[in-house]
């Protein structure tokens, strides 16, 4: 069984993941490529993966068969499992817990050779719903805590499978990095009674501002963060203030942030000839959905540098694109 250990220096949790390491791909080298010509994401391969959470079928249809649009199934390879007790306990100064959680795979399209970019608006919107549904089912379980979507595409970026999909994971703990995003705005909030991320809206925005934004719609703004840690980092946010992604229930929302992330990723593809990236979308954990300093976001990162020795010793990154530049470059590439 998985297991998270805690680091009592820092206080970071580590899955040590006893599955993963059956993986037949683990230790291969970076950028070498793993496609074997078999496919498990692919259509007629439903039997090839673990059963279904959860699928969209236009025209209906079985349970793990094809005619599918959306289909979520978990990781056959998970970090962390759904059954059994979480067993916190202590070994002298250290702490540790059964790595209970989920770990799932969003399986974008049934068509191989095209990814979330290629994808028309409407079906990036049901990758939404889907999101948000699994989101929703997870918060149900009393043993999670949070719930992380993130989505590697191309070898160098740490996908396995060619296939366009998104993972998810749901820990029993809140990761250190969002951990530190919310203690971040909690001061920003106790301070000056207003969301951080709400005034950096607001501040992009402006009239004669605009140096980082790359797109705004009624309801979303991508933009480049001020501090952007790497070359062409692409961040989307709601303009209104909302902690939770899960809160989106209208239509229309769901249709103007498809075609934001859309556009967003097809400037991205232009601009850097299909960059291998990364994005993470940032919630409020499972306890807290109605913060009031907190607001949920999607961060897009572009593999176009090496994290090495510096930032990997020091948390510095050294990012030799300005985010003014990258976002005036990404401006001018509209279809």
């Known amino acids: 069984m998985p297991e998270l250990r805690k680091d009592p220096v820092v206080g970071r949790w580590v899955i040590i993941s006893t599955e993963r390491s059956r993986r037949p791909t683990n230790f291969s ?16 391969a439903e039997d090839k993966t673990p059963p279904e959470v959860y699928a969209l079928r236009a025209n209906g249809g079985g349970a793990n068969g094809p005619g599918w649009t959306v289909r979520v ?5 998970p970090a962390l499992q759904i059954e059994g007790t979480l067993d916190r306990r202590g070994e002298g100064l ?15 399209s049934p068509r191989h050779d095209q990814d979330l970019s290629d994808l028309p ?3 990036v919107e049901q990758v939404l719903l889907a999101y948000r549904e699994r989101v929703l089912d997870l918060h149900r379980d009393k043993r999670i805590r949070y719930v992380l979507i993130f989505k590697n595409h191309g070898d160098q970026a740490g996908a396995t499978l060619e296939h366009t999909h998104t993972q998810l994971i749901a820990t ?9 995003e919310l203690e971040g705005a909690r001061r920003y909030w106790e301070l000056k009674e207003r969301c951080v991320f709400c005034d950096i809206v607001q501040q992009e925005t402006a009239e004669g501002e605009g140096r980082r934004v790359v797109s705004m719609s009624e309801r979303f703004v991508a933009m480049m963060p001020f501090a952007s840690r790497f070359p062409f980092e692409t961040w989307i946010l709601p303009r209104r203030h909302d902690a939770s992604y899960q809160t989106l229930a209208e239509p229309d929302e769901f249709r103007e942030l498809a075609a934001m992330l859309k556009d967003t990723l097809s400037r991205l593809n232009r601009a850097l000839d299909r960059p291998p990236f990364n994005f993470v979308l940032h919630t409020a954990p499972v306890s807290d959905q109605d913060l009031e300093y907190f607001h949920w976001h999607i961060e897009i990162m572009p593999t176009l540098t090496r994290v090495a020795g510096f930032e990997i010793g020091s948390g510095f990154y050294i990012n030799p694109t300005p985010p003014e530049d990258a976002a005036q470059y990404l401006r001018a590439m509209s279809s």
């Open 121 to 123: 608006v409407e079906h």
């Open 172 to 180: 029993p703990i809140i990761p250190k990095n969002i951990q530190e």
């Open 94 to 108: 250290y702490d540790r817990m059964n790595g209970v959680g989920a770990h799932e795979v969003v399986i974008e």
């Open 29 to 44: 080298p970076v950028g070498a490529q793993r496609s074997s010509g078999f496919c498990p994401f692919c259509p007629g």
């Open 73 to 77: 199934v978990p990781n056959k390879f």
